[in-house]
């Protein structure tokens, strides 16, 4: 069954008509065309599908297009600001942090979503004091990372270039 | 396949009475996965997402116990950011969940309803001795957590009916949660366990992880713990344990799995992991209670 839906996608604002079985992932891919978020699992495990859904972080493959009618959807694309890199984006080419860069879209979303959770006093496992700020060490961005995995292990240079653009 | 998208809550009660067989879908971390794998096959998903009333949590009473009601679909990363002091064991074990993005979306009601031997939300709702809404258009009921897993992935939920919210008391003392397994978002619990201290009524409260068909508690440890404390006033004026009851209290948990060989861990194995996590879990609780703590929030590495 085809439902009509409208998805505000990296700021424009997109109608079409889907199946009620088709994800999130597919249609933006399929449908609209935007192929930042990429396929690894369908199941949650991998993040390269990690898209900012009003707002937050979240895996594409796990939610329903027909669920998420009116929402906002930001993806790796759309963080730029027309030609200039977002300052995780730019971290990450300066400290090489990937090498196939089929995992770099999801890192991206999630490091700027979770960077963001971070500023709203979040705590992670590996919190230590939760009435204290984050001090956002290498365990901290580890942990907080986790949901995103990277075959090519690009990892070392993930945590440093998330590092520097946090500061 | 029919996608139903009730706004309040009354509709979907209506809707789930009209369609019966209709698969609820909150955060959509358990159902999406069975579906993109074809899994199950569903006619009709009944979407709760929209549903601002399950999204909220209140304090309240309940026969005269300060007590936190949960809203089915309060996501995992509001319980951490909103009851870590409150429900130090549920948010610790919340900690736990998949993944930040898995936390972010995934909700106790459908990890709930779910019902699945290793959910990491049940042992310490366990433990604190939470209860669960149920609700319908025939009227709403709430029974024990304990009552609710009838086996592995089975509930007393009635075709009809959908998880409103989890009672849970407030914490008046310290609790703990523990888990065997590496932890990312591969991962599924070898084993866990919940411990609550109870002071003011002088109990104590257990909650097993993917020990048994169902999540359960290890009564008989409970009893003996909540007896050696009283006895030898411990509650009043606390002293460290000896090791004979930690000792005996791990025996007792260990004593309460019925765990089974599988492809993470034998049924040997968790057995006695949950003899060290009791004791451990255990050792940490006390150490807080006796140093003053009230109530506990720290997360510590099995
Ligand atoms: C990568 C990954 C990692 C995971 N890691 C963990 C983990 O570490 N620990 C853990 O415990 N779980 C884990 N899970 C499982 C899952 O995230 C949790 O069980 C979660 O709590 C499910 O909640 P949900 O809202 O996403 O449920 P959904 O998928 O929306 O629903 C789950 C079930 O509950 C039913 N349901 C939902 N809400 C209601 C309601 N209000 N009334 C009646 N029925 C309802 C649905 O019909 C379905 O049967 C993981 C999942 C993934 C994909
Ligand atoms: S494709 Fe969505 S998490 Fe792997
Ligand atoms: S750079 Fe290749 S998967 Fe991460």
Redesign the interface.
Known sequence: ?D?EITLWVDGRRETLSVD??T?LLDALRERLGVTSPKKGC??????AC?VLLDG????S????A??NDESEVVTAEGLAEGDEPHPVQRALLENDGFQCGYCTPGQVC?AV??LD?VK?????????D?DESVELDEDEIRE??????CRCGAYANIVTAIREAAE | MDFLRPAGWSEALEAKANHPDATPIAGGTDVMVELNFDHRRPETLLDLTRIEQLREWSRTERNGVPTVRIGAAVPYARLIEELGTTLPGLAMAARTVGSPQIRNRGTLGGNLASASPAGDGHPPLLASNAEIELESVRGSRTLPLADFFTGVKRTDMAPDELIAAVHVPEGTGPQQFSKIGTRNAMVIAVCTFAVALHPRRRGVGTGLGSAAPTPRSATEAEEFLAGALAEDGQWDDPRPLPASVTERFGELVARAAAPIDDVRGTAGYRTHALHVLARRTLSWAWDEYRSGTELSGRQRCA
């Open positions: 069954m439902s009620t079985r994800t369908d199941h949650g495990q991998c993040g990690t937050r972080r979240a895996t493959c796990l939610t329903f027909v669920a999630s979503g979770m959770e709203s006093g979040w705590p992670s496992y590996v919190t230590e939760l907080r990372m986790s949901g995103n995995l």
